[in-house]
Structure formats: C-alpha cells, structure tokens
C-alpha cells in the first residue's frame, strides 16, 4: 500500500455514511412530498419564476429534489462519480436548508435553537 491508502479506507467508508442520509431523506421526501411542500412553498416559488425547467407545482419540484438526493446519495455511497454526487447533494440542500430550517423566523427560543442546529447541519454536510 502506498501513502495514499489510509485516504482510500477513509473514503470508502466516509462516502457510503454520508451519502445515507440522502437516500433515506431523499426517498421518503420522494414518497410523500406533502410533508415538506408547504414550507418549500416560499422558496420553490421565486426559484420557478426565475429558473427555466422548474415544475410549475411545488409538490414536483419537492419531488424530484428528494429524488436527486436519492439517486446522487445512493451514487456518492457507492463511489460513482462521488463529485458529480456531491455536487448535486450541495446543490439540493440549499434550497432544503432555506425551506426547512429559517431558524431567524422561530419565535420560541427552544424551537429556534434546534432550526439553527439542523441549519448548521445541513451546512456542514455541504462542506462534506
């Protein structure tokens, strides 16, 4: 084994930990958008008016956002194209942190703490 070998074992089991929160996420989001839509509403909106090719229905757009965390989660576990998968993961969680996790609009102290918490975990599986 070369130097690089410790890197390769941190890979292979880093990529397959990461990636299965995606595939769980993205296939029950998936499964029953309607969970989520109401609070992709306000995000997906200005999205669609802006972006070419974004459903027309935001329960769609939910959709397929849980499915490309699926399909780019199962692919980044698996080790193909782990940065084209990551690059579509990155590219998901942004608008699933901003609909999900607008800890700044929380009244409640203790609800807020754990919006921003989920926030910040979101951004650091970004930075994964």
């Given at each position: 084994?070369?130097s690089?070998a410790?890197m ?5 089991i ?11 996420q993205?296939?029950e989001?998936?499964?029953?958008p309607e ?5 992709a509403e306000?995000?997906v909106r200005?999205?669609?008016?802006r972006v070419?090719?974004?459903?027309s229905e935001?329960?769609?757009a939910v959709r ?9 989660g ?5 080790g193909?194209?782990p940065r084209?998968s990551a690059?579509?993961?990155?590219g ?12 700044w ?10 919006q921003r ?7 650091t599986m970004?930075?994964g």
């Amino acid at each position: 084994m070369g130097s690089w070998a410790p890197m390769t074992v941190l890979r292979f089991i880093a990529r397959p930990m990461l990636g299965s929160i995606f595939v769980i996420q993205g296939y029950e989001t998936w499964r029953r958008p309607e969970r989520v839509t109401p609070a992709a509403e306000p995000v997906v909106r200005p999205v669609r008016d802006r972006v070419p090719g974004v459903p027309s229905e935001t329960e769609q757009a939910v959709r397929l956002n849980g499915a490309v965390q699926a399909v780019a989660g199962s692919m980044l576990a698996a080790g193909w194209f782990p940065r084209l998968s990551a690059l579509a993961l990155a590219g998901t969680l942004v608008p699933t942190t901003l609909a999900g996790h607008r800890f700044w609009e929380v009244a409640d102290k203790q609800e807020r703490a754990q919006q921003r918490i989920h926030f910040l975990k979101n951004l650091t599986m970004m930075g994964g």
